[in-house]
């Protein structure tokens, strides 16, 4: 089975977290575009590196899934303030409630349904990664028919959890191989 991407929706990025120089260089053009917005720098007191833990496959999966139901239910509901709350200090500081209807509104106009992505684990696309001191990066597929859903997450350390900093949501056409 082959995945492929269908057509990308406006404003297809939620930015979060405080981008360093570093990782705008690993980042597509869009992305860090999306990102490089001036912010201001709000101090947060950050536990050493040991003892930020790594998320164990079934805590990451339920971060996975947990951040469907949250947009999942923004969608259905129109308020994307529990979604904003739940989320990091950086995202909070770059995404508003209206922001965060404007960047999924192409997923809620197509009426696709999140919840579904319940039903099924997701494939991961590229092993999850920490990306820089403190963010952690998943990407991923949920293989639903006829619309799959591809997922790029972005979850930050605070307050002693993994919270929320970066989110992409895409349709994902299935496509089967042909034999042989």
Known sequence: MMITKTKKMPGRFAPAFFVSAA???????????????PQQVVPTVQPPPSVRPTPSQLELSKMIWSTIAAVDHANRSGNYSVLRD??????????????????????????????NAFLVPPTYTRAPEVIQDGVFRVQGIFQLRPIAIGFDMYFQWEQGKWKLAGIDIQPAQMVERAPG
């Open 86 to 115: 739940i989320s990091s200090q950086g995202f909070q500081i770059q995404n508003n409630a209206a922001r965060l209807a404007e960047i999924f509104a192409g997923i809620r106009n197509s009426q696709i349904d999140l919840s």
């Open 23 to 37: 990782l705008v260089a690993t980042l597509s053009p869009t992305q860090a575009l999306a990102q490089a917005q």
